[in-house]
């Protein structure tokens, strides 16, 4: 989401004559999209101020400016705390940036950290920063709703609001032309996208569908989707539907039905269940991942132990998974105690990732021997003899590279895996 706010910013300021640049030696300007989710997304932050001090004491005229999530979050604050910023910009504010960037050049620090009902950056056109062409994000929705007890979402990103379907459609219309032939539709909660205009109501699955109608060769994801909003009607789209990729994130959080009531996550884990086995029954063959939070506040052993029994049951192709980390101002941070010891949150953690990667390998060594569609992002990071791209379930796959380009599709056959990727050869073009 902050890839897709990035190219929002960009955006905004290409149309004030800026121009981007990978070198940050060069930049006379350095704004940093930034997270809150947990403390440590924080921390890298404030590493990332420290070791650009010296740019600034260099050249007192280079403005720094701290956007996005962290800067909602704390405001004025980081004016007090970190000298070197010259702005600070909420997620909603970013229209705003040139005349932020003018106070800030005039010597005044500048803060806006307002957030809207309304702000979707419906109509900027963002200009894409990934280097490979082929993929790209879109933003259908910001903020949320929910209110988890842990998340800090909703108070720095705001309220809930979708995005007009017809600009959605017109930005993943625009990538298919540019040569681009997938796409990524990001939302906190998609499955709660609405649109209403004139009496005509657009929910989610029906966005999705219209997305995958551009064109058969556009294949299209999303995320993420919340178990307790996750459809029939949404698994029925994505059967119906080819190019609508076969893998759904759907964070779990907990297996235990007593922590994810203190998480305010409105299921239980049978109802998860239930959602897992509708997706297999609906869409054969589809991957699943997850997240995972280890350590919650007042977790038991045997919820622990929950959570481990679900993950083996439900045979997640790929997780997310982290310590919890208490976040000021939560429903969490307000009302209970983050009383599970540093060591246990560790020890939880550990054995949640190895029994994780146990399964996720298990997944890579049943698609030994069988032949998948990929779509060619680029050469592989290690080696430029060897061609890489995903399969539809979302899984990496490494290739010798015989003359195919980025942005086709072929047949590849899976000879064998390692623990992050499926290795083979093209069986033939498509
Ligand atoms: N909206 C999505 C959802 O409901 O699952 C994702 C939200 S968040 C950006 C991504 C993940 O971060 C969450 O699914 C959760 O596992 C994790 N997370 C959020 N708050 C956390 C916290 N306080 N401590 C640890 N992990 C957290
Ligand atoms: Fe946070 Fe819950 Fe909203 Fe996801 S659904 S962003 S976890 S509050």
Known sequence: MNVADSEVVVSILTGQGYEHTD?????????????????NAEQRIRGRLKSIGHLKR?????????????????????????????????????????????????????????????????????VRM?????????SIMRGCNNMCAYCVVPYVRGAERS?????????????????????T??????????????????????????????????RVRFSTSHPKDLSDELLKTISKRTNICRH?????QSGSSRILKLMNREYTREWYIVRINAIRSIIPGCAVSTDIIAGFCSETEEDHNETLSLIEWAGFDFAYMFKYSERPGTKAARRYKDDIPEEIKTRRLNEIISLQNKISGRSKKM??????????E?????????????????????????????????????????????????????
């Open 248 to 252: 759904i994130h759907l964070p779990v």
């Open 23 to 39: 070198d940050i030696t060069e930049a006379r300007l350095i704004l940093i999209n930034t997270c809150s989710i947990r403390e």
């Open 58 to 126: 260099k050249d007192n005229s280079i403005m720094i400016g701290l956007i996005g999530c962290m800067a909602e979050r704390l405001k004025e604050k980081v004016l007090e705390q970190e000298h070197i910023v010259d702005m600070v910009i909420g997620p909603d504010a970013y229209r705003a940036l040139p005349s932020l960037i003018a106070e800030a050049e005039s010597g005044h620090k500048a803060v806006n950290v307002l957030l809207s009902r309304e702000e979707t950056y419906a109509g900027i056109s963002p």
């Open 185 to 218: 539709l990001l939302g906190q909660n998609v499955d709660s996208y609405r649109w209403e205009h004139e009496g005509n109501r657009t929910g989610f699955p029906e966005l999705l569908e219209r997305v995958a109608l551009i064109n058969p060769r556009l």
């Open 378 to 430: 680029g050469y592989s990071k290690r080696s430029k003899d060897n061609l890489s791209g995903r399969t539809s379930q979302n899984k990496v796959v490494v290739f010798p590279d015989d003359g195919h380009k980025k942005g086709e599709y072929v047949n590849v056959s899976v000879e064998r895996c390692t623990s992050a990727t499926l290795i083979g050869k093209i069986n033939q073009s498509l």
């Open 130 to 138: 990934d280097k490979n062409g082929v993929t790209s994000f879109v």
């Open 367 to 376: 698609d030994v021997g069988r032949v998948f569609e990929v779509l060619i």
């Open 163 to 183: 995005r007009d379907p017809e600009s959605v459609l017109n930005e993943v219309n625009d990538l298919w032309v540019k040569g681009y032939r997938e796409v």
